[in-house]
């Protein structure tokens, strides 16, 4: 019998699946992403006070392209060129920023 009391950590439960499933760490950390992505790119919507629609039409993609990035609900994270063509035609810069230690990279997209 090797069943877990009542009092067995999140933790333990989660290192156990990720032994049982392989690739599941990287699974878990891509739906991260993809939720930071979402918040972002409804952040940067709602303070340029546009509708889902709004934001569609000025980025020439359909409302349900928009409502899926914002959703996080696609099985993968948002293309970059899709990711970028949204947050430009909202009037914000896309930009990549790479630091170690000290140092520190950054570059600006352009569409």
Same mark, same amino acid.
């Given at each position: ?31 991260? +992403? ?8 409804? +952040? ?68």
């Amino acid at each position: 019998m090797n069943k877990k009391h009542i009092g067995s950590s999140v933790l333990d439960t989660v290192k156990g699946w990720e032994e049982k499933y392989p690739g599941f760490r990287e699974r878990v950390n891509e739906q991260i +992403e993809k939720r930071k992505l979402a918040a972002m790119l409804k +952040e940067i919507r709602k303070k340029e006070h546009l509708t889902q629609k709004e934001l569609a039409e000025k980025a020439n993609v359909t409302q349900s392209v928009v409502a899926r990035i914002e959703g996080g609900t696609g099985k993968a994270l948002p293309r970059f060129d899709l990711f970028n063509k949204l947050v430009q035609a909202a009037g914000y810069e896309l930009s990549i920023h790479a630091k170690k230690n000290r140092k520190h990279v950054q570059v600006a997209l352009s569409g």
